[in-house]
């Protein structure tokens, strides 16, 4: 059962333009969400993260929002620039009392900025 | 320049045989994960320490798979018997548990013919 869902595998945008990711989670359990970067042949690096507190968390080009009525996230990249072409990978985490905190991720969206 | 190594990079080898991949996770880290990517499932939890105990290995196939930190530098993740369904890239994570960030290693990329 993916607690957490990229329902889009695939995304290619325009240099310049802006590139919007989504994510999907059932969990309401969840209090931290994470974007993680993967190139090819390397691990996933983090990228920026959002605490369920918050709506809105801005790190330069990138903004993370969270709608958890929808149980929604989105990764806002703007300008997009052909370095970012990667996959992308939402994560969600949540406080298990004895096993500390539990992480899901989702299957990724592979992003493609061309030039 | 702290990062979290894998060894080896790649494996391939032949079904039956046994597999032994090793994480040295970043100093000072207490949190070490095992994770598998694969096209349908993303990155699947397979197992999970915290300062060397086990928490949750649920995701890993018992029958076969099997995980254990011998010391706070080292972890590994065992397949004996490997299948080729095995084949897939095995990533190691460390971090802490205070914290929500998680430090990839690169992987090891693992063929079983």
């Known amino acids: 059962d993916q607690q957490v869902k990229q329902n889009s595998p695939s995304l290619s945008v325009q240099e310049g333009r802006i590139s919007i990711l989504n994510c999907d989670y059932t969990n309401s359990m969840f209090d931290y969400f994470l974007w993680y970067k993967k190139y090819p042949a390397e691990g996933p690096t983090f990228l920026i993260s959002i605490s369920s507190i918050k709506d809105k968390n801005e790190d330069g080009r990138f903004t993370v929002f969270l709608n958890k009525s929808a149980k929604h996230l989105s990764l806002h990249i703007v300008p997009s620039q052909p370095g970012d072409s990667a996959v992308y990978f939402c994560?969600?985490?949540?406080?298990?009392?004895?096993?500390?905190?539990?992480?899901?991720f989702g299957t990724g969206t592979s992003l493609t900025v061309i030039p | 320049d702290a990062r979290v190594t894998q060894t080896p990079r790649h494996k391939v080898t032949e079904m039956g045989q046994e597999v032994t991949m090793r994480c040295q996770p970043i100093l000072g880290h207490n949190t070490v994960f095992w994770y598998r990517q694969t096209m349908m499932q993303g990155l699947e939890l397979l197992a999970y320490f915290r300062n060397r105990a086990p928490l949750d290995d649920s995701g890993m196939p018992k029958d076969r798979f099997s995980a254990e930190m011998p010391d706070a530098t080292l972890a590994t993740l065992k397949i004996q018997p490997s299948e080729p369904r095995d084949s897939a890239v095995y990533f190691c994570?460390?971090?802490?548990?205070?914290?929500?960030?998680?430090?990839f290693g690169p992987g090891t990329r693992l063929t079983v013919l």
């Open positions: 994560a969600a985490s949540a406080l298990i009392s004895n096993t500390g905190n539990q992480f899901y």
């Open positions: 994570a460390s971090g802490h548990s205070l914290a929500h960030e998680q430090f």
